[in-house]
């Protein structure tokens, strides 16, 4: 099948760079789970039309209100940032408080220092001097102020001092009241006077008025309860005073109530006096949280080796050098205290706490252990927020067993310390003080000659790291039910991103929801510190993430935003990989960061992987490429400055040179980016021009990938002026001031007429849709061009719906009101010759744009139409408004007037004969009712209803499902509610010219002879061309006003976040302010134009392909799906169809030689479809019969068979007049996909047909033109189709002069072959093998061999002229390779040999009065033929079962037609029968169709 086999995004793919396909490697670092080698592969076949563009259309999946993820930078109300800081020391050493009995021995140490082992003064200085380098090792940027023994009248001076100097930020406040009485019930805390003689009260209400808010509150003394819960009172005494009062806080300030608070007990409680703990127990957990954990585990353990207090005081380090074990300590501490808040307190809390400011966060984490450690001793300790209680949380015996660790090698480590045995602890700052917020250990002294001891460093990390790994690898990607043991809600676990969601089904597991994610999470984000274990944290970081945006939010939520933008300065090149995968999850889930990014020039990280030169430096150099692009694109995306800088450094070049490289998705995204950095952008969208990018672009629409195309339309449409981001869009393509005024107007339709014309009949309703936001650009600019086609086409069209020439004596006048008007225009050019043919040439191409967009109009996929309706009822809009509607050239036409060919399907325009400027005028493809435009709510949608089509929905209408009809329905009802499928996502809305919708009663009536008037507005004086001469003009006074709008005024470099989504071109690019300009030197024609007033500016049309493409970054792509994971619900299912097609395979071969001479008049099952079965298939595996009727409304059938139950039912859409001429069921392997064509031309495909495996709603899956160029016979065939499931090629014939061949890979035509023939098609067939040739016949009766290899001149190899009549069928032999047979309506069967001669080898005459269905078994020699219904015997068919090898006939059989009268002619002029015969793919049997609706199941006797 060769590379094009890439371009497919089937869920079956192997493409490790498929947006579509999410079983891929490992994208970050090029690794591959281990059974990913041992998995079966269910599906050898490549199911076509089954990617995700096929079930999304490129419109981003929808999320509800509920799935909004939690916000990780912090909510801005509550954000607090510490400025400052007052320590104040209520001691008064060497006298006890009169409420406070201390026990003998008593805790006495205050910060380490012993304050009786030095004069009071000198001790109450130390303690200070201490506490302000313990809180200095929290956070070092904030300015302490120890504040000892204060007088009231010294705190109250230090406490506004504070609050002047920290403005509207926090102020931290911490008391210890350990010399002072306890807090009073009221609220009140202790100071001295300035003689220390009484103690003074100071209440919390004074307090707060010196300190305002916000503030961080510590409250270290016995009763401490009772401060923090009066200290809430107050503050919502006070909030409630203000809002009642002023309204609230002036900004800046924030309310009491957000203060926070530490309190070391309840109010009942007091403090520990435990001899072993420290006074200030509470204050040595929340500042030297090491020492005291320390102390603490030696009291709780019994160590080996006599291990004391003052050994452990004397472990040597760093706290903050992770290499010593010290520092490894307070690392595993950070990261085991982090990971308990996080699992136990709610996200909102946790976000508010740890990760808004350092010292805050510091406190927090610490006071985790003051829990554990104080609850030992009856002591509860508070805070305000509440939190959970934390002190039996399991991670407590991950750090005791880290502290085990360290200890028992603590006695070699200081033995073999250098001058360890000779640095005793210091008397004054006693037993395991910190000198110095550094928190070095150990001193220097005489040298020790022994071998220092080398510290095992502890295993913590790398078994969390092991845990993370296992959670992942076991399951980490599974779903479960809502409870314990899942996402909690506020994580936005409330929705999963899953499958089930694109792909539109309802499976029963939709209400599952992510797993809870493992506790490792917050540890994992301090690994990424350590260098040994950075690359292996972020691999399993990358696989965490890619489970999907509730991962990625989690990540973002428990801060690795800091650490993974400081890794962009790492050099090495190991991370490149995962740090661009974990940065394009990143920006898929959260586009913000695209400020960060900018701010810190991270940015530049990715441009230089992106313009790097040699693949070899990167694993999966083209995918992690692609990966850059699309980090670059959400980078420039509404974001000047990222536009700016990514021009400057390059990125757009980089882009334009990777559009060219092998692997599609980095051209997808390299078109993207593209896209992002010039959109609205004047000096980029120069640049690009300059360089010929928009060229390159258009040569780029032939590209084989689907995406690619869509890609290049995208960047084409923002250089065309659509809006790349939230904006409106408009401008065209800026200002392009380095080009002339023709040049640039030239280069604008010629953008646009490329794009047109290069992917017009593409295939794929995404690219199609695309196209249409780059005309909506080119309509809204030159909407006046635009105007004067429609009136040229209506003009045109109305003279065409005249019919046969009459009397009337305007008439000639008539006929060339068009021609002439040109005509007069042209002269106006005088005689510059090159102006004449340059603007006859670009209205040409403003002709076959807007006849392109008339087809598209009634495109057959719902959404194209849609937005085509859009683009068309602006123009029409705009058409009645202009002054064309005053011109009253001929009389109405009579009422009852029924143009010629009315009933009639007219073909359809090329471009290159839609243009009225050439000799003979267009055959427009839709009819009209009258010679008037009515104002509807939809001129376009009208117009299709005339057409003889299907009304068109509109609105919610369009999107809503089908219904299932009630039987009780007649058959009327049935054709007026019926209306085909519609698509997954069918998003796209319908958007009226109009303010409001047309009222009725007023507007139906109005029409173009009476438009709404100016009050001063007259009989009109002017002429056509006058209309289309100012028209012309006004588009080029828009243009110049928008050079010179970008001229004088260009962009300057320092604009915001954003750009404005309007365009350059000020004023003049709304309708309603459009204006001709009087002060023209060009054109004096007395026309105040004003094309547009009044009319809503819905142009251009808005594009959702960047977000389409972007989730592609938010689905797993280290993981296989769920229908590839062994065991889930979806393998099991392929697994037991693979199994159970190999069985039928293996039987029927089985079955195959004895049915050669068998007998084949075996019943199965007799079914009643009550209409006509014209066109029958069935299903090769499943017992599925596919039946289409004879009914305008084509109306499909599935039954199920072996039930003899119609599974489900539907209309088809095609135009009223037409039917379907060919059926097909694809990708049988794995399901099914009904395929069908169509006489209008049109293939459509629909999938879910089969209720029963409850796959979702029956859907169309796609839709295209498979052939333009339709003849208009007297007996034509329709549209004649042929699958090969093993390339994926289609082959369509029929009333064509061509056979087109459409490769279903990319979604494009492959080559036409001309059939040199004038008849039609009438069959084709190919071989299932790997061969090229394939075989047509036509209506004459000739049969020709093609061969798709040659040149289209030689693709007619063979051919055999036999057969002097309609070719009914032809079918290559089942069992012999290079022969097949043919079978015409004159009743002859023939056997033809490839490599012999042009004559048959075998011929059967069979039926003397003709034949009517002809059909050769795919498995067994054996083929079978009806005879044709004549005058004199059309009650009974005759139906005769041949054997071609041994020219034996095996089964006649003479059926009852159901027909009481002999019908004139056939039930639609496509199809030369009157009954419907087909073989099973498979199984021996055969099902025919009778004209009464009864369709018999008829098998082999194989015994």
């Known amino acids: 099948m060769g590379s094009d086999v890439l371009t497919e995004r089937a869920w079956g793919s192997a493409s490790t760079s498929d947006p579509s396909s999410t079983r891929t490697t490992n994208g970050a670092h090029g690794l591959r789970t281990a059974s990913d080698a041992t998995l079966p592969d269910p599906t050898p076949i490549i199911p076509y039309w089954s990617a995700k563009r096929h079930l999304t259309c490129g419109n981003p999946a929808p999320r509800s209100s509920s799935a909004r993820l939690f916000p990780w930078r912090g909510s801005a109300p509550g954000k607090l940032k510490t400025a400052n800081a007052a320590l104040v020391l209520c001691l008064n050493i060497d006298v006890d408080p009169p409420d406070i009995i201390k026990t003998n021995p008593c805790a006495a140490l205050e910060c380490w220092v012993n304050p009786h082992s030095l004069p009071s003064h000198k001790a109450l200085e130390a303690i200070g001097s201490n506490l302000q380098h313990q809180f200095e090792g929290l956070s070092l940027k904030i300015p302490y102020k120890p504040i000892l023994d204060p007088s009231y009248e010294d705190l109250r001076r230090f406490c506004l001092t504070l609050r002047k100097q920290a403005k509207d930020e926090t102020v931290c406040f911490y008391y210890n009241g350990h010399g002072v009485p306890k807090p009073t019930p009221s609220g009140e805390l202790w100071c001295f006077n300035r003689n220390y003689t009484q103690y003074i009260p100071v209440s919390l209400m004074e307090v707060q008025t010196w300190l305002g808010s916000p503030g961080v509150y510590i409250w270290d003394c016995s009763a401490a309860g009772h401060l923090l819960s009066n200290f809430i009172t107050?503050?919502?005494?006070?909030?409630?005073?203000?809002?009642?009062?002023?309204?609230?806080?002036?900004?800046?300030?924030?309310?009491?109530?957000?203060?926070?608070?530490?309190?070391?007990?309840?109010?009942?409680?007091?403090?520990?006096?435990?001899?072993?703990?420290?006074?200030?127990?509470?204050?040595?957990?929340?500042?030297?949280?090491?020492?005291?954990?320390?102390?603490?585990?030696?009291?709780?353990?019994?160590?080996?080796?006599?291990?004391?207090?003052?050994?452990?005081?004397?472990?040597?380090?760093?706290?903050?050098?992770?290499?010593?074990?010290?520092?490894?300590?307070?690392?595993?501490?950070?990261?085991?205290?982090?990971?308990?808040?996080?699992?136990?307190?709610?996200?909102?809390?946790?976000?508010?706490?740890?990760?808004?400011?350092?010292?805050?966060?510091?406190?927090?984490?610490?006071?985790?252990?003051?829990?554990?450690?104080?609850?030992?001793?009856?002591?509860?300790?508070?805070?305000?927020p509440p939190l959970p209680a934390t002190n039996t949380h399991q991670l407590w015996a991950a750090w005791d067993l880290a502290l085990d660790t360290c200890l028992r090698q603590l006695p070699e480590l200081l033995a073999k310390s250098p001058g360890a045995p000779n640095s005793p602890p210091s008397p004054i700052i006693g037993t395991g003080a910190r000198s110095g917020h550094s928190g070095q250990r150990g001193s220097s002294g005489a040298p020790n000659t022994e071998k220092p001891y080398q510290y095992i460093p502890s295993r913590f990390f790398t078994d969390q790291l092991t845990a993370f790994e296992v959670w992942i690898s076991r399951g980490g990607s599974a779903l479960t039910k809502r409870g314990p043991l899942s996402l909690p809600l506020q994580n936005g676990g409330d929705r999963c991103d899953t499958p089930d969601v694109v792909n539109g089904t309802t499976a029963p597991d939709a209400d599952l929801v992510p797993r809870k994610p493992p506790d490792q999470l917050p540890i994992v984000l301090q690994v990424l510190l350590s260098q040994p274990h950075r690359l292996r944290a972020l691999i399993l970081l990358s696989q965490f993430v890619d489970l999907g945006p509730w991962a990625v939010n989690l990540v973002l939520t428990i801060g690795i935003f800091p650490y993974i933008s400081k890794l962009l300065q790492a050099a090495g090149q190991d991370l490149r990989p995962v740090l661009i995968f974990i940065w394009a999850r990143i920006l898929a889930v959260d586009p913000s960061v695209q400020v960060d990014l900018y701010n810190t020039g991270g940015f530049k990280y990715f441009a230089n992987v992106l313009a790097t030169q040699e693949d070899n430096e990167l694993p999966n150099s083209s995918e992690h490429k692609a990966m850059c692009a699309f980090i670059l694109s959400a980078v420039a995306r509404d974001f000047y400055n990222g536009q700016m800088a990514c021009w400057r450094e390059r990125v757009f070049d980089a882009c334009s040179e990777r559009l060219e490289e092998g692997d599609f998705l980095l051209r997808q995204w390299s078109a993207l980016c593209i896209a992002q950095i010039w959109d609205s952008n004047d000096e980029v969208k120069v640049y690009g021009v300059d360089r010929g990018i928009q060229d390159k672009l258009i040569l780029?629409?032939?590209?084989?990938?689907?995406?690619?195309?869509?890609?290049?339309?995208?960047?084409?449409?923002?250089?065309?002026?659509?809006?790349?981001?939230?904006?409106?869009?408009?401008?065209?393509?800026?200002?392009?001031?380095?080009?002339?005024?023709?040049?640039?107007?030239?280069?604008?339709?010629?953008?646009?007429?490329?794009?047109?014309?290069?992917?017009?009949?593409?295939?794929?309703?995404?690219?199609?849709?695309?196209?249409?936001?780059?005309?909506?650009?080119?309509?809204?600019?030159?909407?006046?061009?635009?105007?004067?086609?429609?009136?040229?086409?209506?003009?045109?069209?109305?003279?065409?719906?005249?019919?046969?020439?009459?009397?009337?004596?305007?008439?000639?006048?008539?006929?060339?009101?068009?021609?002439?008007?040109?005509?007069?225009?042209?002269?106006?050019?005088?005689?510059?010759?090159?102006?004449?043919?340059?603007?006859?040439?670009?209205?040409?191409?403003?002709?076959?744009?807007?006849?392109?967009?008339?087809?598209?109009?009634?495109?057959?996929?719902?959404?194209?139409?849609?937005?085509?309706?859009?683009?068309?009822?602006?123009?029409?809009?705009?058409?009645?408004?202009?002054?064309?509607?005053?011109?009253?050239?001929?009389?109405?036409?009579?009422?009852?007037?029924?143009?010629?060919?009315?009933?009639?399907?007219?073909?359809?325009?090329?471009?290159?004969?839609?243009?009225?400027?050439?000799?003979?005028?267009?055959?427009?493809?839709?009819?009209?009712?009258?010679?008037?435009?009515?104002?509807?709510?939809?001129?376009?949608?009208?117009?299709?209803?005339?057409?003889?089509?299907?009304?068109?929905?509109?609105?919610?209408?369009?999107?809503?499902?089908?219904?299932?009809?009630?039987?009780?329905?007649?058959?009327?009802?049935?054709?007026?509610?019926?209306?085909?499928?519609?698509?997954?996502?069918?998003?796209?809305?319908?958007?009226?010219?109009?303010?409001?919708?047309?009222?009725?009663?007023?507007?139906?009536?109005?029409?173009?002879?009476?438009?709404?008037?100016?009050?001063?507005?007259?009989?009109?004086?002017?002429?056509?061309?006058?209309?289309?001469?100012?028209?012309?003009?006004?588009?080029?006074?828009?243009?110049?006003?928008?050079?010179?709008?970008?001229?004088?005024?260009?962009?300057?470099?320092?604009?915001?976040?954003?750009?404005?989504?309007?365009?350059?071109?000020?004023?003049?690019?709304?309708?309603?302010?459009?204006?001709?300009?009087?002060?023209?030197?060009?054109?004096?024609?007395?026309l105040g134009c004003g094309t547009?007033?009044?009319?809503?500016?819905?142009?251009?049309?808005?594009?959702?392909?960047?977000?389409?493409?972007?989730?592609?970054?938010?689905?797993?792509?280290?993981?296989?799906?769920?229908?590839?994971?062994?065991?889930?619900?979806?393998?099991?299912?392929?697994?037991?169809?693979?199994?159970?097609?190999?069985?039928?395979?293996?039987?029927?071969?089985?079955?195959?030689?004895?049915?050669?001479?068998?007998?084949?008049?075996?019943?199965?099952?007799?079914?009643?479809?009550?209409?006509?079965?014209?066109?029958?298939?069935?299903?090769?595996?499943?017992?599925?019969?596919?039946?289409?009727?004879?009914?305008?409304?084509?109306?499909?059938?599935?039954?199920?068979?072996?039930?003899?139950?119609?599974?489900?039912?539907?209309?088809?859409?095609?135009?009223?007049?037409?039917?379907?001429?060919?059926?097909?069921?694809?990708?049988?392997?794995?399901?099914?996909?009904?395929?069908?064509?169509?006489?209008?031309?049109?293939?459509?495909?629909?999938?879910?047909?089969?209720?029963?495996?409850?796959?979702?709603?029956?859907?169309?899956?796609?839709?295209?033109?498979?052939?333009?160029?339709?003849?208009?016979?007297?007996?034509?065939?329709?549209?004649?189709?042929?699958?090969?499931?093993?390339?994926?090629?289609?082959?369509?014939?029929?009333?064509?002069?061509?056979?087109?061949?459409?490769?279903?890979?990319?979604?494009?035509?492959?080559?036409?072959?001309?059939?040199?023939?004038?008849?039609?098609?009438?069959?084709?067939?190919?071989?299932?093998g790997s061969s090229s040739t394939f075989i047509v016949g036509f209506a004459d009766g000739l049969v020709k061999v093609f061969d798709r290899r040659l040149e289209e001149e030689d693709a007619i190899v063979r051919s055999y002229h036999d057969h002097h009549s309609w070719v009914q069928n032809v079918k290559y032999h089942p069992r012999i390779s290079g022969q097949f047979l043919s079978g015409s309506l004159a009743g002859e069967v023939r056997l033809w040999d490839l490599r012999g001669s042009d004559t048959a080898i075998q011929a059967w005459d069979l039926h003397h009065t003709g034949l009517s269905a002809f059909d050769v078994h795919s498995q067994t020699g054996v083929f079978a033929t009806t005879s044709a219904l004549t005058p004199a015997n059309f009650r009974h068919q005759r139906l005769m079962v041949h054997s071609i090898s041994d020219s034996l006939l095996l089964s006649t059989l003479s059926l009852p037609t159901g027909l009481n009268a002999y019908p004139s002619r056939p039930p639609t002029p496509y199809i030369p029968r009157h009954t419907s015969f087909a073989f099973h793919p498979m199984e021996m049997l055969y099902a025919i169709g009778q004209p009464d609706g009864s369709v018999k199941i008829t098998g082999c006797k194989l015994t």
């Not at 595993?332 to 966060?361: C, E, H, K, M, N």
């Not at 340059?838 to 008339?854: A, P, Y």
């Not at 031309?1241 to 169309?1260: A, E």
Request: overall charge negative.
């Open 234 to 384: 107050f503050a919502e005494r006070r909030d409630q005073d203000a809002f009642t009062t002023r309204g609230g806080y002036a900004d800046g300030m924030q309310p009491y109530i957000n203060s926070l608070q530490l309190a070391a007990c309840a109010t009942h409680e007091q403090l520990p006096t435990c001899p072993e703990l420290p006074a200030d127990v509470f204050t040595s957990c929340l500042t030297s949280p090491i020492d005291i954990a320390l102390r603490y585990f030696i009291m709780t353990h019994h160590l080996p080796n006599n291990i004391t207090p003052d050994m452990v005081m004397q472990l040597p380090g760093d706290l903050k050098d992770r290499r010593t074990p010290l520092g490894e300590l307070n690392w595993i501490f950070t990261a085991i205290t982090d990971t308990i808040a996080w699992t136990t307190f709610p996200r909102d809390v946790f976000t508010r706490l740890y990760r808004s400011d350092l010292l805050i966060a510091s406190l927090f984490r610490n006071f985790l252990l003051a829990e554990r450690i104080m609850k030992n001793y009856h002591c509860t300790p508070h805070t305000h």
């Open 1092 to 1328: 547009g007033n009044g009319l809503r500016d819905v142009l251009p049309l808005k594009s959702s392909f960047f977000a389409w493409c972007c989730e592609y970054f938010t689905e797993p792509q280290m993981r296989q799906t769920e229908a590839d994971e062994p065991g889930s619900v979806q393998y099991n299912y392929q697994v037991w169809r693979q199994q159970r097609n190999e069985q039928v395979i293996t039987e029927t071969q089985k079955q195959a030689i004895v049915a050669e001479s068998s007998r084949w008049d075996r019943p199965v099952a007799n079914l009643h479809v009550n209409s006509h079965p014209l066109c029958m298939a069935m299903h090769a595996y499943d017992p599925h019969l596919v039946i289409a009727n004879d009914n305008d409304m084509i109306r499909f059938a599935v039954w199920d068979w072996t039930q003899r139950k119609r599974l489900n039912h539907f209309c088809n859409g095609n135009p009223k007049g037409t039917s379907i001429t060919s059926l097909q069921i694809i990708n049988q392997d794995v399901g099914g996909i009904i395929m069908t064509g169509a006489a209008d031309g049109i293939v459509r495909l629909y999938r879910n047909y089969d209720p029963t495996v409850n796959q979702g709603p029956l859907q169309m899956v796609s839709s295209f033109r498979a052939l333009h160029e339709l003849i208009r016979v007297r007996r034509g065939s329709g549209l004649v189709l042929d699958w090969k499931q093993s390339g994926g090629t289609l082959l369509v014939g029929g009333d064509s002069r061509i056979i087109r061949v459409w490769d279903a890979h990319t979604e494009t035509q492959v080559l036409d072959l001309e059939t040199n023939c004038e008849s039609p098609v009438t069959s084709i067939t190919s071989d299932q």
């Open 700 to 1086: 780029m629409l032939s590209d084989d990938s689907p995406e690619v195309r869509s890609a290049v339309l995208y960047a084409l449409s923002t250089f065309m002026g659509a809006a790349g981001g939230k904006g409106q869009g408009g401008a065209g393509t800026g200002t392009q001031y380095q080009l002339e005024e023709r040049i640039h107007f030239r280069m604008e339709v010629a953008v646009a007429t490329g794009a047109t014309l290069a992917v017009r009949d593409d295939a794929s309703p995404m690219v199609r849709k695309e196209l249409l936001v780059l005309i909506s650009c080119l309509v809204r600019e030159w909407r006046g061009h635009f105007v004067v086609c429609a009136w040229m086409y209506w003009e045109e069209d109305r003279r065409w719906r005249a019919g046969e020439p009459q009397t009337h004596h305007h008439h000639h006048a008539e006929e060339e009101v068009t021609a002439q008007a040109l005509a007069e225009w042209l002269d106006g050019f005088g005689d510059d010759e090159g102006s004449r043919e340059e603007n006859r040439v670009l209205l040409s191409s403003f002709f076959t744009i807007f006849v392109v967009l008339m087809e598209l109009t009634i495109d057959p996929y719902h959404e194209v139409a849609t937005l085509a309706q859009t683009v068309m009822d602006y123009i029409f809009a705009l058409l009645l408004a202009s002054p064309f509607a005053k011109l009253n050239l001929v009389p109405p036409l009579p009422v009852d007037y029924k143009p010629a060919g009315a009933n009639g399907v007219h073909s359809r325009v090329s471009s290159a004969q839609g243009s009225p400027l050439i000799q003979h005028p267009p055959s427009p493809s839709l009819s009209r009712p009258s010679n008037t435009l009515r104002r509807t709510s939809s001129f376009a949608n009208t117009l299709r209803h005339l057409a003889g089509s299907i009304p068109f929905p509109s609105g919610d209408e369009a999107r809503a499902p089908p219904s299932p009809v009630p039987s009780s329905l007649s058959r009327s009802d049935v054709l007026t509610a019926s209306r085909p499928p519609s698509p997954n996502f069918n998003v796209a809305q319908y958007a009226s010219p109009y303010s409001r919708p047309p009222t009725p009663s007023r507007d139906k009536e109005r029409d173009l002879a009476s438009p709404p008037v100016s009050p001063t507005a007259g009989t009109a004086t002017f002429l056509p061309s006058h209309v289309i001469e100012a028209l012309v003009e006004e588009d080029m006074v828009r243009l110049r006003a928008r050079r010179r709008e970008g001229a004088h005024g260009r962009r300057s470099a320092g604009s915001g976040l954003g750009h404005a989504g309007g365009s350059a071109g000020g004023g003049l690019n709304s309708p309603c302010e459009s204006t001709f300009s009087m002060d023209s030197n060009v054109s004096n024609v007395p």
